[in-house]
């Protein structure tokens, strides 16, 4: 069974950071692009960064630039999104999703294996 394993939750104070890993099993996924999406009640899930299949480029949204970094061991079939300078308005459900063809891509629907995702609480 092919998955992508995120932990079940984080609570985390305005201005700290959080690492959130996305371990992926039953295929590797060294080949494929990744991204996140955080999604918040009512709205749709929308790209905040994406990794391309050799980790080496990366793009991020405005709303994240400078703050959140993502990596890839594929030792460890992983990657991580490493969250800094936190504020209440990036909580969400944060989902990773991996793209097989490695489209570099922002649309969700480009993204075939997804995360059963995790909640991220900033408090203010």
């Known amino acids: 069974q092919v998955q992508l394993v995120e932990p079940g939750g984080a609570l985390v104070q305005a201005g700290g950071s959080l690492r959130l890993p996305c371990a992926a099993s039953?295929?590797?996924?060294?080949?494929?692009?990744m991204g996140w999406f955080p999604q918040v009640p009512g709205k749709p899930r929308q790209l905040v960064a994406v990794?391309?299949?050799?980790?080496?480029?990366?793009r991020y949204a405005a709303s994240v630039k400078g703050r959140f970094t993502a990596s890839k061991d594929n030792a460890k079939n992983t990657v991580y999104q490493k969250m800094n300078s936190l504020k209440p308005e990036d909580t969400a459900v944060y989902y990773c999703?991996?793209?097989?063809?490695?489209?570099?891509?922002?649309?969700?629907?480009?993204?075939?294996?997804w995360g059963q995702g995790t909640q991220v609480t900033v408090s203010s």
């Open positions: 990794m391309n299949r050799g980790g080496g480029s990366t």
């Open positions: 999703a991996a793209d097989p063809l490695a489209r570099f891509s922002d649309y969700s629907a480009h993204y075939y294996y």
């Open positions: 039953g295929r590797t996924f060294s080949s494929d692009a």
